[in-house]
């Protein structure tokens, strides 16, 4: 390949030939096998029986999980093809209702793997407890389970626009360990989600090899920029979705239509008041503290009728919530609070949760460290809202996977007696 994955240092960058489908696969190989004689570890810690797959269901592997939005996107997708959307919907806003059914989806995830410990007992907080939890680094995993389903949106610190953008970041490469366990399984469909900034990193290069990449593993990719508050998240979120049908699949994707917007049949822009207008008298804890010169750069503050910022991964980042008066550009890359600083704080871990779509009931964990200020504490839950997939626009991408893997199933029943839909 043309891209460098082991000195040090921004490198030279050269755009990739283009390489036939055959050169990429075995390159790509090369590259895996570099990256597999450097693991250490090589052991994946768990055995064949310690996977509980229902031959009724579409079995989900999920990598990079974090605290599970994507997940819990795809199961709440799965069950609406089952119960319907509206059924689906509505248990999904009490905990004890959802638990009643949501067994009945259509997927069913048996493995998760992260290294975030704090984000993996929030899974385990929130999530079957049949599902093999992982704590361990992707690239140590030696070999992944079966699954019809893999899904994950692998880190994108060297991609992102708001980072240093080095093109040769040793991140940047943890998405071959996705396409190893993709080479490995080979399941039906899988889902990636990652930051914009992808696509324009060397120029669209880096892009172009990743999509080259998948697509050298077996199936047909389907890409797309999608905006969130398009999808009803109350929040303007730029990701790429990346979705790969198996080649010998009957099977053709298609990116769902926005349901939100200013454009006539469509539904408004789900707005702050409607998602935490409830919140103002009791908004939980948020994390404290001044706000420093390159936070003070910009606008960090929307009003109740708009939608949120990107939610970040941290709380010291977190906007700022819309009640008292709008930020005020005094110069350039100046902004002040014209009613104090004292009269504004950042959106609560409770007001993140709800823009993130996760509903009330979605537990987080803070993690088990007494050494740790609250703040530092509660930063771990940032973290862990911030990095997740909005669960409505999970549903919303899954769906026609789920709507799919429904028919899928009720023809293999007729076939071959195995398969059956939930009751």
Known sequence: MSIKLNERGRGKFKPAPDYKPEEVKQLLMEKINDELESIIEADSDFSHDDISYRKEKMNL??????????????????????????????????????????????????????????????????????????????RKVKEFPMGDIVLGGFPCPGFSEAGPRLIDDERNFLYLHY??????????????????????LGKGEVFKQIVEDFAAAGYTLYTRLVNARDYGVGQIRERVILVGVRNDLDFEYAFPNPTHGKEKGLKPFVTLEEIIGDLRENPGPY???????????????????????????????????????????????KWIFPDGEENNRRLSVKEIKRIQTFPDWYEFSMG????????????????????????????????????????????????????????
């Open 61 to 138: 592997v999920s990598l990079f999980s974090g605290a599970g939005g994507l997940d819990l996107g795809l199961e709440l997708a799965g069950l609406a093809a089952v119960i319907g959307e509206e059924a689906a919907l509505e248990a999904f806003r009490d905990k004890e209702t959802y638990n009643k059914v949501r067994h009945q989806s259509i997927f069913h995830t048996v493995y998760v793997n992260d290294i975030f410990p704090e984000a993996l007992q929030t899974y385990e907080m929130n999530h079957d407890k049949e599902i093999y939890i992982h704590q361990k680094d992707i």
């Open 179 to 200: 396409i190893r366990c993709l080479m490995q399984t080979q399941p039906a469909i899988f889902i990636g989600e990652n930051v914009k900034g992808m696509m324009t």
């Open 287 to 333: 994390f404290t503290g001044s706000y420093s010169t390159i936070f003070m750069s910009r606008n960090r503050k929307k009003r109740w009728d708009e939608q949120s910022f990107t939610i970040q991964a941290s709380g010291r980042q977190a906007p700022i919530h819309p009640g008292g008066l709008p930020m005020e550009k005094v110069e350039t890359n």
């Open 368 to 423: 088990d460290s007494q050494k740790l200020q609250y703040n530092s504490k509660l930063d771990k839950i940032y973290k862990q809202v911030g990095n997740a997939v909005p669960v409505l626009l999970a549903k919303s991408i899954a769906q026609p996977i789920a709507d799919w893997a429904v028919q899928y199933a009720k023809e293999k029943a007729v076939q071959s007696n195995q398969l059956r839909l939930p009751v």
